[in-house]
């Protein structure tokens, strides 16, 4: 690394702190500015949303959304695969199993090696891979892997994703140092960014400093929004319910922005847009039974 490249690094880690707390409005005008900006990379668009479950994290709804009962919920540990006449785009990268040991706390919950090991295939035949945040089951399959040299190039990450994971990671497993910052393709923007045809990414902090959803329609003119971890069910979308106020003190949310971004959220169905929760294991399901989504991934 260069010495201005690390004199930029060090810039960018100092201020990067004063920046991801920023205001954003999420309302019809930003809707308007997401559909727009969606045209704005050529190309044609997705045909079709894949999707894969590849661990189980065993909980209750009242360890998942506030005011929930002692019912049994599964946090589904997922990823996504947009599928486009000339490649694909991957949505979050999966995690091995010494990362998903870590969300156990001690406990052995589900884990599909297979399911897993498809996603690294998905991710090396990607064209572009996408992280929504920096916690280990979204990041970890780029950064905790042998393909982590062609990995990398493409992941597209923010500069606030970058910042946690090189001076506050979920875990040790998960650092970076200040070198790795040239090895992604790092993107910085104040509210939306769109990155492949008909794909924008939204800047949601909350959950995490670098936490982003994304947007994308595909060719049969269908509008989808992935949310991330704003919400882990769409119960907490639907009734406009925060996380358990002892798991956002655990995770250390924000939740006035988690606020903000529920509401705009809940309206957004009426709009006509799809929502697709990455930790869900009930509507999800549903959807695959519809067609909405497709389940496995496509290879090659």
């Known amino acids: 690394m260069t010495g201005i490249k690390k004199y930029i690094a060090f810039v960018t880690l100092f201020l990067v ?36 479950k590849y661990a189980e994290s065993p909980r209750t709804f009242a360890a998942t959304v506030d005011g929930g009962d002692e019912k049994p919920y599964i946090q589904a540990r997922t990823a996504y695969q947009l599928i486009y ?20 706390q001690g406990k052995v919950q589900p884990y599909f090696p297979s399911a897993n090991d498809s996603i690294q295939k998905a991710l090396l035949q990607a064209k572009k891979i996408i992280i929504t945040h920096e916690h ?11 393909h ?25 497993e998960l650092k970076i140092d200040s070198s790795q910052w040239n090895d992604f393709d790092v993107v910085d923007f104040y509210d939306i960014l769109p990155v492949a045809p ?23 003119g269908k509008e989808y929004i992935f949310t ?21 003190k655990r995770i250390g949310e924000n939740a006035e922005q988690i606020g903000f971004e529920l509401n705009w ?21 549903e959807l695959l039974k519809k067609g909405i989504i497709k389940k496995g991934l496509q290879l090659n």
């Open 148 to 172: 982590y040299k062609e990995l990398a190039p493409k992941t597209i990450v923010t500069v606030q994703q970058m910042h946690t994971l090189s001076t506050k990671p979920q875990m040790p």
């Open 17 to 52: 702190s004063k920046t991801y707390s920023q205001g954003i409005d999420y309302n019809d005008a930003l809707l308007s500015k997401i559909r727009i900006a969606s045209n704005s990379v050529p190309g044609k668009f997705a045909s079709e949303i894949h999707y894969i």
């Open 85 to 104: 006449p000339d490649g694909t785009v991957m949505i979050d990268a999966g995690m091995d199993k010494k990362v998903h040991e870590f969300f156990g």
């Open 228 to 248: 991330g971890d704003v919400s882990w069910s769409y119960i907490g979308i639907e009734e406009k319910k925060q996380k358990p106020a002892g798991q956002i």
């Open 136 to 146: 280990g089951d979204h990041v970890a399959g780029v950064l905790r892997t042998k």
């Open 265 to 285: 959220l809940n309206q957004l169905p009426a709009k006509g847009i799809q929502l697709l929760v990455s930790h869900d294991d009930i509507v999800q399901p």
């Open 198 to 220: 008909s794909v924008v990414l939204i800047k949601a902090p909350g959950h995490t400093p670098g936490e982003i959803m994304v947007y994308t329609k595909l060719a049969n």
